[in-house]
């Protein structure tokens, strides 16, 4: 047992301070059980905890460090942009700079604009949407996450496709029920939706490949289908590009599967740590925006110099030739070295990947939406998740978050990595799936 006195004080201290000691739920390790790690430092692809232990890291702060901890071109920008003021509320050229990289690699995005999360970015465009059709519902996917604003926080209700009920407290019924769900990778359901609702749906917003219920991979023909099923119908549709995007490709899943969506979300990887989003898309619909348009849409810390001046320096860093071959490698390295301990030891977890993020299933069943997703052992995954961590490699503290690998990651972590996972998965106690 690895020491965490200091973790554990430090954990039970901010309890006193935060709900649950955290500021976003997930971290605080309510799924998988145990205490927190409380981070001091990251540097490459490596976390240091407050009691002086390191973790090869596979969280990468939920996606953003592509590029791993502290990577010195991002310190760089941020030390050099910090040093010429924090923030003006005015113009700045790295905003500049940020979206003149982000639209040269992905052109679908002719206008855009920033904000300071993913959650504002997906709320953002939904308005835009409801505005530039004029119609009030709009269409996600079961398992799929855009951020915690009311319109997103919403499950399929027990009539299925007819309605959506509020997944938290505190989402008003009568907005949820503008939010119609149906499951990932089930054009029929899409169509039947578009079908009942005739000429309400404003837009359907998708994460091209879904990493937030674990890794669920769109199948042959799914997101074009929807694309033609939204279009065929005057409706939107947004990719939420969040996780995916500069992630599986420099231009993203849009670029990958040759999609382009009217709208696309940003976060995560644009900001490099740094707290950024931004969403953008079609001119004529994103001039509808304040202050060109009439659909109202602000931000004090928008634009931030200095997280704008990080992104770019990651963005940069990310257009050198190779770096998404080399991401790919690395997966493939991990994928197979992992594939080979399961088949040894005849484990039931099943590898999903594309290209730098993967996710892990206790489960025989193949994994296509939400509801195959459940059947997976989440304590089975919780029980791993603790062998590999007292083995110094970190997961993401939940069955249904993905990995994310980091071109400061070798060679040789990925073979620790999998030498870990195979001492884990034989180690007593551990993770034999019954049947
Ligand atoms: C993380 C995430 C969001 C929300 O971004 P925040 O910056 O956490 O608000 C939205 N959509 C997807 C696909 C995400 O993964």
Not at 114 to 131: K, N, P, Q, W, Y
């Amino acid at each position: 047992m690895s020491e965490v006195r200091r973790s554990r004080r430090l954990f039970e201290h901010a309890q006193t301070l935060f709900p649950g000691g955290v500021n976003s739920p997930v971290r605080a390790f309510g799924s998988v059980g145990g205490t927190p790690r409380v981070l001091v430092r990251g540097e490459g692809p490596r976390v240091y905890d407050a009691d002086g232990n390191s973790y090869i890291d596979y969280v990468a702060s939920w996606g953003p460090l592509i590029l791993g901890h502290s990577h010195p071109s991002v310190v760089r920008a941020i030390e050099r942009a910090a040093a010429d003021g924090t923030s003006f509320g005015a113009p700045n050229p790295h905003e500049i700079e940020l979206a003149e990289l982000i639209r040269e690699a992905m052109p679908s995005l002719e206008l855009l604009r920033f904000v300071s999360s993913g959650t504002e970015a997906c709320m953002s465009a939904i308005r835009l949407a409801r505005a530039y059709t004029g119609r009030e519902m709009v269409l996600k996917f079961a398992g799929c996450y855009h951020g915690h604003a009311d319109a997103m926080l919403v499950q399929a209700g027990s009539g299925g496709l007819t309605f959506g009920v509020p997944s938290s407290a505190g989402v008003p019924a009568a907005l949820a029920a503008l939010t119609i769900v149906a499951p990932y990778n089930d054009a029929k359901a899409v169509e039947r939706a578009f079908r009942e609702h005739d000429g309400k749906i404003a837009c359907v917003i998708v994460e091209p490949i879904a990493a937030n219920m674990g890794l669920v991979l769109p199948e042959r023909g799914f997101l074009q289908h929807v694309v033609d099923i939204a279009h065929r119908n005057d409706a939107l549709v947004i990719f939420d590009e969040v996780i995916t995007g500069f992630r599986i490709a420099h231009g993203g899943a849009q670029n990958v599967y040759g999609i382009t969506p009217d709208l696309t979300c940003l976060g995560k990887i644009i900001g490099a740590g740094m707290p950024a989003g931004a969403f953008g898309g079609r001119a004529d619909i994103m001039r509808r925006l304040a202050p060109s348009g009439d659909v109202y849409q602000a931000g004090t810390l928008s634009g931030n110099p200095v997280a704008m001046a990080a992104g770019a320096a990651q963005l940069r860093e990310l257009r050198a030739p190779g770096v998404y071959d080399r991401l790919e490698a690395l997966g493939s390295a991990l994928q197979e070295g992992l594939q080979r301990v399961i088949a040894d030891l005849r484990t039931q977890l099943c590898v999903y990947r594309v290209g730098s993020i993967f996710g892990l299933f206790f489960t025989k069943e193949h994994v296509h939406d939400l509801a195959t997703v459940l059947q997976s052992d989440a304590k089975a995954y919780a029980q791993f998740f603790h062998a590999l961590l007292e083995r110094g490699v970190a997961l993401a503290p939940s069955a249904y978050e993905v990995g994310f690998i980091s071109t400061a990651h070798s060679t040789a972590d990925i073979q620790d990595t999998v030498d870990a996972v195979r001492a884990a998965l034989s180690s007593r106690g551990a993770v034999t799936t019954a049947s």
